[in-house]
Each structure stands twice: as structure tokens, then as C-alpha cells.
């Protein structure tokens, strides 16, 4: 009877997060995509809030790792824009890390119920091949850090190991990291008018990306094989 009951309200815990993870990407996802499109009305938006500005982009950034349909590059870019280079990375490294682990945890706690929102079992299964490798932590923690790598999907099967929070949380602000930069570097070379300059580093990140995407996709391919 406990365990029924343990079982029902981890339901409507779930059930409540879906609704208002709904509601936030309803009321606030759409209009902030819209908003951040024009850079400098994101930027005159921030800073209607005065100091709370850090916070409320902070929490952008949080959703936006929650919500993974709500694309991460352009508020990056944003968050470069409105803060500068050193200020938008560190606002963006606290803010994905804090959403990383919200849905690493989640995913602790309430398993494939709660990835299945997100991801499909289809995208789960793929990354079996993690769990057979006899060095699977380091297998795990390598192909997050490589360049253009489904990171919200690695992340979200991270929570379903053993891995350490703290060593995942170290693993994927380190991760996450090198795009952060550049994307912020990039979109405050777009502010101060240096648009060749943001046109280079957005380049270089999309051709990094791009190969890591490669390598990676070799990886899954091969181990799919090995599997077969």
C-alpha cells in the first residue's frame, strides 16, 4: 500500500511539472524567442530590471535547459550582446548548470518517465552502448565534451547512471563551456560593431560543432555495430 502510494504521488509530481513547464514555455518561451531576435530590445528588456537583470537572465537560462526546445545558441549570443564576453559566459555557464542539474536530478528521481517528455525511448536506447562499456564514465563524460554532441539528451541520460552529481555538474559546465564563450564573444563583437569579427568567431564555432557532430555520430555508429 506505501509503495502505491509512493508510486501515485511521484505521478502527480510528475504530472505537475509537465503542466507547468507547459505553461512557462506557453506564457514565456515563445515571446522570449521573439524578443531575443532583436538584440537590442533583449538588451533594453534586461535592463528595465536594473540589478535583478543578472537574475532574470540567469533564470532565461535556466528555462531554456528545461524547456530544451527553446534553442540555447541565440541567447547565448544575446547574453554577450547585453552582459559582454566574460559577464554573458558566466551567466550562461550558472544558468545551464543549475538547469542541468535540475533535469539531471529529475531524472534520478523519477527515471524514464520523466526523460520520455523530452526524449523520445528511441534517443535513450541509442546511448545503451554507454552503460555496456566497462569504462562507461569516462566514455559518458567524453562524448559530452565533445564539440556539437546532443548535450541535453546526454545530459538527461546521465541522471538515469550512477555518475556522481557533482563530478556531472563539473563535467558539463566544462562541456558546455568553449560554445558558451564563443557564442558570447561573438555576440558582443556583433554589439561593439565589429560585425567581421562575430561573423569569424560564429564560423569557427559552427565548423568546431560541426565535426565534433561528425565525430560523435562515428562513435554511436560504430558501437551500434559492435552491438549488432
Known sequence: MEIKKKRLLAVLALLGIVAVLTMIFIRIGGPLIELVGDTDKFKSWLESFGAWSYVVFVGIMILQV???????????????YAFGSVMGTLLCIVGCGIGS????MFMRIFGHRFGKLFISEKNIEKLSFIERSPRWKSLLIGLFIIPG???????????????????????STLGRLPAIAASAMSGNAFGEGSY?????????????????????????????????
Open 101 to 104: 542539474m535540475i533535469t539531471f
Open 196 to 228: 567581421s569579427k562575430a561573423v569569424i568567431i560564429f564560423g569557427i564555432l559552427l565548423l568546431v560543432s560541426a565535426v565534433g557532430a561528425l565525430v560523435y555520430k562515428r562513435i554511436e555508429d560504430k558501437n551500434k555495430k559492435d552491438k549488432q
Open 149 to 171: 554532441s546532443p548535450k541535453d539528451i546526454l545530459n538527461l541520460f546521465a541522471g538515469l547512471t550512477t555518475i556522481n552529481p557533482w563530478i556531472w555538474l563539473a563535467v
Open 66 to 80: 528545461i524547456v530544451a526546445v527553446i534553442p540555447s545558441g541565440p541567447f547565448q549570443i544575446a547574453g554577450g
